[in-house]
């Protein structure tokens, strides 16, 4: 159990245009959901939180209407890179809190979103 | 501010043999977890190992386990018996109660045959 997942997991777009990244978590309900960015043979960075029902709280240097996140409901979370350029190409990660109990706080990560922006 | 700091950036070991990580980290929380995750070449992040602060006793899962000193702010990883497939990015990692976790650089680990 406890899998959560990511869609696409690559995506190749043209500058200019609007991606949009899916995080489902399939076999339980996360209230809250986490978006990371991973340059190349760098660690992971938390761009943002993703809280059901509410804005997302963003990270310090991240751009809020560049990166808009969405989360509809308690298993999926959307982020949404907004007129793509090449310097956002990069692979984002999102993690999925458990909501309830007996899992202690734990998150699951989902596979990750590979981002060429051309 | 939870800062983690990991001071090797690759590290190598012999198959069957024992290695261990290095990892300092810092918060202002009393109440923190600390992990401990491998990164394969899939990317797919899996946890490894975790550890509650408020736990004196050092977590232990199989073949790793930890050496937490808490006084210290050192979380260190131990891998027993070395195998081929250990080989990966592994991250160690700090959580306060706000569930944001911060990572560090990351320690490549290589398994010599």
């Known amino acids: 159990g406890a899998v959560v997942s990511q869609h696409p997991s690559r995506v190749i777009c043209k500058s200019g245009t609007s991606v949009k990244i899916e995080c489902r978590s399939l076999?339980?309900?996360?209230?809250?959901m986490f978006w990371y960015r991973q340059f190349p043979k760098q660690s992971l960075m938390l761009m943002a939180t993703?809280?059901?029902?509410?804005?997302?709280?963003?990270e310090q240097g991240v751009e809020k209407d560049k990166f808009l996140i969405n989360h509809a409901s308690l298993t999926l979370s959307t982020l949404t890179v907004t007129s793509a350029h090449p310097e956002d190409s990069s692979f984002y990660i999102c993690?999925?809190?458990?909501f309830g109990t007996g899992r202690d706080n734990e998150q699951f990560f989902g596979p990750g979103t590979r981002l060429t922006v051309l | 501010a939870q800062t983690v700091t990991q001071s090797q950036p690759e590290m190598s070991v012999q198959e069957a043999e024992t290695v261990t990580l290095s990892c300092t980290y810092d918060?202002?929380?009393?109440?923190?977890?600390l992990f401990w995750y491998k990164q394969p070449p899939s990317r797919q992040m899996i946890l490894v190992i975790r550890?509650?602060?408020?736990?004196?006793q050092n977590a232990t899962e199989n073949r790793f386990s930890v050496n937490f000193q808490k006084a210290a702010k050192s979380f260190s990883l131990k891998i027993s018996d070395s195998q081929l497939g250990d080989a990966a990015m592994y991250f160690c990692?700090?959580?306060?109660?706000?569930?944001?976790?911060?990572f560090g650089k990351g320690t490549r680990l290589h398994i010599l045959p």
């Open positions: 993690s999925a809190r458990y």
């Open positions: 076999d339980f309900q996360a209230t809250t």
């Open positions: 993703s809280n059901e029902g509410s804005k997302a709280t963003y």
């Open positions: 918060t202002s929380e009393s109440d923190y977890y």
């Open positions: 550890q509650e602060a408020y736990k004196q």
């Open positions: 990692a700090s959580m306060n109660r706000d569930d944001k976790i911060i």
